[in-house]
Every structure is written in C-alpha cells, then in structure tokens.
C-alpha cells in the first residue's frame, strides 16, 4: 500500500498518491436504518431523506450531542466512518498525510487525531492545506488563497519571509459555500420549469433530488454552450426549461459580492490572489474580481503534488503530530510580485501559429482571411466559426499587458473569462475549445 495524501475539504474530500488523485468523497453521511452511505452515494439520496442526511460533520467536527442522530452519538462519529470508508475506497492501510483548512480548531485537530488511532492507517504528518495548495504558484511576498467549501469559502493569508511560505491567518466566510449555490441554482431552475413548463420539480423529493443530481452535468455544457438546458423526468414525462446565462451568473452575484469584499479587505497593492479550480469555475466568478488583481487558478492536484514532494518535512516532527504552516519554496528562493516584476519579465508579444506580433495596442478580428493576407498592421486576424467580429484588444497599461474581450467569453488558460485581465508570459487564450491558440511570450533583445 503506497504512501497517501487525504485533503479535508468536505465539498470534496481528495485522497491522492504519486499516481495521482484517487477518489473525491464529498462530506455526506446517510443513515437509512442499519445501513450507513458516506460520500457521493449519501449525497445522491440527501434530499430524498433529509431528516437521515448530515453534512456539517467535517466543518463542525466536535464531541457534542447530535438530535436525531439515528446511529451517530456526535459528529466525530460520522467523521469516522468517513475516515474508514476513505481507507475502504481509496486503500489506504499505511502512513498518511493529511492536508487540513485554516479554519480548523486546536480541538478539531486533538479529535482528527484520536480518530486516527483507531483507523487502518497512521497519520505521519498534518499540513495547512492553503500552503499546500499554493506552495507552487505562489508569485509574491503576499498571497491570498480562497477555497471553496460545502457551507464555506475559506481565504488564507500567506507571505513569504526568508525563502519560506507561511500561513498567516484564515477568515471563514459562511453562507457562500457549494451548498448554498447550489440552493440558488436550484431556485431559480424551478422557477424556469415553473414558469417554461408548468412544473415545479421541489414539489416532489424525487424530482427534487433529480434537479440536484442533475446540476453539475448542466453547468458543465454551460460552459461550453453560453446556456443551460435543463430536462428533468417526471414519469413518461420529460420536461425542458432553458436557463440563460446572464440570468445565472445574476443569481450568483450576491455570493460573489460577499467573496470579494472580503478579499478586498484582505488584500493589499502588491496580493496575489490564488482560488481553487472549485471556486473558479464557479460561472462569472473570474468575471466578478477586479482586473488588477493578480489571479492564479489553483489545480485540484496541487496539495497531492505538495504533500508528496515535501513528506519528509511535513512527517519529521521528533516530538508527535504537529500542524504545519511553513514551508520552503521551490529551490529556495522568495518571490517577488508579479506587480513589482521588472519591465524585462513582461510579455512582448502575442504568438499566433509562426508570427509574434507585438501587444501594443492590437486588436483581433474575426476575419475569413487569415492574419498576413488583408489585415491591418494592428490587427491580428482570427477565422472563428459563430463569433463576432470583434473579439478583443491587447493593451499595455502602467507596464502591465491586458486582455480585454468586453462582454465576449473566451478562454484564459483553458478558464471561461470575460472582460480584462492582467497577462503573463504563458499566459494561452482560445475563444473557443477548438480554436487557434494565441501565447504570451517575451521576446528579449539580442
């Protein structure tokens, strides 16, 4: 049994090995009489019992006396047969590090722990989660990190100091977790089926559980197709409601409103913002932060790749199980912000197939001739099927290059987008999956 990586964040709880990320359990628990169902199979039946269903056990992990807990005394109960279900799925029977958010307690950790003891696995070390995850793209002597959670978005506070990354403070933010956009999401597809088909499908817990089943498949062909089209069964029934876009992302701005402005309250000049893949693809949320800021899209493998890289520093403590909060960065060497980069480090130019052409102040065009032939000095030309014809413009602002589409979706860095944003050398632009790629690049002087 090979050496695991467990990341505790119950909108998905990742266990990984240097394969890579094994499974993702999200933080549901059943109890349907003698049986117990733990993490997507509890969650695809959580609104069908919700009386028998909990998912506050990882985020309120404590010893207290648990109402109506069917065959649970407490929440570290359920927590167990996560932890044993885990071990179970992803076989898991040796050494561990387990990777945990900010927002945990001195208490929270002792439990962790003692549940440990009585598992088929051994925890060998406990790491900041935000630090794991941002370890490898962290850019800045600051750096903010925003995860999302099933009732929560964490954001941690993180600065470099002698080469060394280090978790600062952690600031919960409730009520704008996967859970409570889910709860908007379904709302307002209930009112299109209502109002499109003359169906509520909440009125019923079946339909209701199928509405939820059914989400993430939605708001993956939304990101493709600018809409969401939404079927649900009802007996011989199928019914179809549309959902537009902007009406979605409207829907979600209030969550994004109470996001940013606590990341605006932690920021400073020269923060880099780092978010979860979770949190980022949440529709129109890149969209909502500001273009200054200097934004980094976390890949979910980060923590499994940290932990595995850097064991023998998160397992070495002599004198038992200690949280870690700091650790070296790659080569040793602190960074500096990406705002404060020498004019030297700045992208020169776009490269479009075999040209680099210059970002001053260049357009791109759709155009049925290709770049080279009838287009303008200036202006970069695109041959892409269904889009306008006036996709965006390069420009260089206070020695910074932009991107700006306007109200145009696009792709940056294979991340629905809108509007400007602040580039960097590598930095890959698509306007749609199958497009020509445009690349960043800086041309030094011989």
Same mark, same amino acid.
């Given at each position: ?18 394969t ?9 628990? !059943?109890?349907?009489?003698q ?20 998912? =506050?056990?990882?985020?309120? !992990?404590?010893?207290d006396?648990i ?8 929440h570290a109960?359920?927590a ?25 307690t ?9 549940l440990a ?14 630090l794991?995850?941002?370890?490898a ?9 925003a ?11 993180l ?14 933010i @409730? ?29 019923d ?10 989400? @993430? ?10 809409? /969401? ?8 029934t199928?019914?179809t ?5 902007d009406?979605?992302?409207?829907? !979600?701005?209030?969550?994004? =409103? ?7 309250a932690?920021?400073t ?5 780092l978010?979860?893949?979770? /949190? ?9 932060? @500001? ?17 595995l890289?850097?064991?023998?520093l ?36 776009? /490269? ?11 357009r ?11 287009? @303008?000095?200036d ?15 390069f ?36 306007f749609?999956?199958?497009?020509d ?7 030094r002087d011989?």
């Open positions: 049994m090979s050496f695991k990586v467990i990341e505790l964040n119950d909108k998905a709880i990742n266990v990984g090995d240097e890579g990320l094994l499974i993702r359990s999200p933080g549901f628990a !059943l109890a349907d009489g049986e117990v169902m733990l993490g997507e199979q509890a969650e695809k039946q959580a609104r069908l019992k919700p009386t028998n269903s909990y998912n =506050k056990y990882w985020q309120e !992990l404590n010893l006396p109402e109506h807990g069917n065959s649970f005394r407490h109960d359920i167990f047969s996560h932890l044993q279900h885990l071990a179970h799925e992803a076989d898991i029977g040796s050494d561990v590090v387990i990777a945990v958010p900010g927002s945990f001195r208490q929270q950790l002792s439990i962790l722990l003692g003891q009585h598992s088929p696995f051994n925890i060998a070390g406990i790491v900041d989660s935000a794991s995850a941002a370890l793209s962290a850019g800045a002597s600051n750096v903010l990190y995860d999302l959670h099933l009732h929560q978005v964490v954001v941690t506070r600065t470099v100091e002698d080469g060394q990354l280090g978790s600062r403070s952690t600031v919960q @409730p009520g704008v977790g996967s859970q409570n956009f889910i709860d908007l999401i379904m709302q307002l597809a209930t009112g299109m089926f209502i109002q499109q088909c003359r169906f509520n499908p909440q009125h817990a079946e339909s209701e559980q199928q509405l939820y089943n059914k989400l @993430p498949q939605w708001l993956a062909q939304a990101q493709q197709d600018g809409n /969401l089209i939404l079927e649900l069964n009802a007996g011989d199928v019914h409601a549309k959902m537009p876009m009406s979605l992302v409207n829907s !979600l701005n209030g969550h994004y =409103k109470t996001i940013n402005e606590q990341i605006a932690m920021a000049r020269d923060t880099q913002l978010v979860s893949s979770a /949190l980022a693809e949440k529709p129109g949320f890149t969209d909502s932060l @500001p273009a200054s800021l200097d934004l980094v899209v976390v890949d979910d493998s980060a923590t499994n790749n940290t932990c890289e850097y064991r023998d998160i397992t070495s403590a002599e004198q038992g199980i200690s949280l870690v909060n700091t650790l070296p960065l790659p080569n040793g060497v602190a960074t500096a912000s990406r705002s404060s980069q020498s004019q030297a480090e700045l992208p020169t130019h776009v /490269l479009y197939g075999s040209q680099a052409l210059p970002v001053n102040e260049i791109i065009e759709n155009h049925q001739t290709l770049n080279g032939h009838e287009a @303008p000095a202006v970069l030309a695109l041959s892409v099927a269904g889009m306008p014809e006036n996709l965006g413009n420009s260089v602002r206070s020695e910074e290059v932009f991107f700006d589409s306007g109200e145009l979706s696009y792709l940056l860095n294979g991340v629905t987008a809108t509007g400007a944003h602040k580039l960097a050398v590598g930095d890959r632009i698509q749609t999956d199958n497009s790629v445009l690349t960043l690049i800086r041309v011989v």
